[in-house]
């Protein structure tokens, strides 16, 4: 019984110094990284004024975080403009529209059904896209997928090899499918034919 006591106090004393240790790793925070020895040398103008200086510091930074996400949406909504106007304005031969389906990715050593994905592409422009798994919404693979007149190209990651769709100019036309694989990440059936923009419809 004695040594149960002990035990208990022992563990208990073990708790408490863990608990002390980790309550001093999460100690006060002062402005500008001050150590605690230091702060409390400090007067309370210093004091003061390190706090102005740690504000005006929090303020530069959260504008420079606010310029950048601006510049990004602003990056984002001038692609989207400039797509937007290549897919109105294409000419004949020069847009195609995809769809990948059915599709797979390959995920923790098994080939798993994706959801379908669309493209609608521009000779000589490279649009981003996304392909999402069917049953684990977390998992996806990011990509570029570019189109150059005969042939679409869809490069999963960071990998090398692209799933490559060659036809000619009528298959296009006529609308053609092919069995499409990239870099042992994704593989499927794609089907593509050549779309027209606003000044160039069909008859």
């Given at each position: 019984m004695k040594r149960a006591r002990a035990s208990a106090r022992l563990a208990s004393a073990s708790g408490l110094v863990v608990l002390v240790a980790t309550l001093a790793g999460c100690g006060p925070h002062y402005p500008l990284d001050i150590p605690e020895a230091q702060w409390a040398r400090m007067t309370p103008a210093e004091q003061t004024a390190a706090r102005m200086k740690q504000a005006e510091l929090d303020r530069a930074r959260a504008e420079?975080?606010?310029q950048e996400a601006a510049a990004r949406e602003a990056e984002v909504a001038a692609r989207a403009a400039e797509l937007a106007h290549a897919l109105a304005n294409a000419g004949p031969g020069e847009r195609v529209q995809c769809i990948l389906q059915p599709v797979e990715m390959r995920y923790g050593g098994k080939w798993r059904p994706a959801e379908p994905l669309?493209?609608?592409?521009?000779?000589?422009?490279?649009?981003?896209?996304?392909?999402?798994?069917?049953?684990?919404?977390?998992?996806?693979?990011?990509?570029?997928?570019?189109?150059?007149?005969?042939?679409v190209s869809l490069c999963p990651g960071y990998g090398s090899d692209c799933a490559r769709f060659?036809?000619?100019?009528?298959?296009?036309?006529?609308g053609v499918s092919r069995r499409v694989a990239a870099d042992d990440r994704l593989r499927g059936r794609m089907h593509?034919?050549?779309?027209y923009g606003n000044r160039h419809r069909f008859p």
């Open positions: 420079a975080r606010r669309g493209l609608d592409l521009v000779a000589g422009m490279t649009i981003g896209f996304e392909l999402q798994a069917r049953e684990h919404r977390h998992r996806r693979i990011d990509g570029k997928a570019t189109f150059d007149g005969m042939e060659l036809a000619t100019s009528g298959e296009f036309r006529r593509c034919e050549l779309a």
